[in-house]
């Protein structure tokens, strides 16, 4: 029994390897790859405007219902605020809340922007920069 089990496993450790090595040899060569730009998901815009609390074009993503602009409909907002070292594509394009708020169909969701900050105003910048995200997104 024990001499089966041990082939049992040699086979599988074989047909693994050979697994790899055809994967391997199928494989694309990485300089031959070219990025595609991902679909914007359905409902998803990108809005751009000036804001004089930071002094400077910002950006945000929004997802609206299906007929948004058909109607005169009220829908709750949901504000979904991303993390340190991301951006306002984050949440809409890479985690898929456009793909599930649009599924709800009866919701807003806001993605701002505030760039590397925690959505904070800050008593003063090394760059001289007027950084009153908190006011930016509260007001």
Not at 45 to 66: C, G, H, N, Q, W
Not at 96 to 102: E, L, P, T
């Amino acid at each position: 029994m024990k001499e089966i089990d041990s082939f049992n496993l040699i086979l599988a450790g074989i047909a693994l390897l050979t697994q790899l090595i055809i994967g391997q040899a199928n494989a694309q060569d990485a300089n031959s790859l070219e990025p595609v730009a991902a679909p914007i998901p359905p409902g998803l815009e990108t809005v751009e405007f000036y804001s004089p609390a930071v002094d400077r074009r910002m950006k945000f993503d929004i997802v609206l219902p299906e007929g948004y602009y058909l109607g005169d409909a009220r829908y709750p907002v949901l504000y979904l605020l991303h993390g340190y070292m991301q951006n306002y594509t984050v949440w809409g394009r890479n985690l898929a809340a456009a793909f599930y708020a649009r599924e709800l169909d009866d919701l807003i969701v806001v993605l701002p922007d505030a760039g590397n900050s925690w959505f904070i105003n800050y008593a003063s910048s090394t760059q001289g920069a007027n950084e009153q995200l908190g006011r930016l997104h509260c007001q």
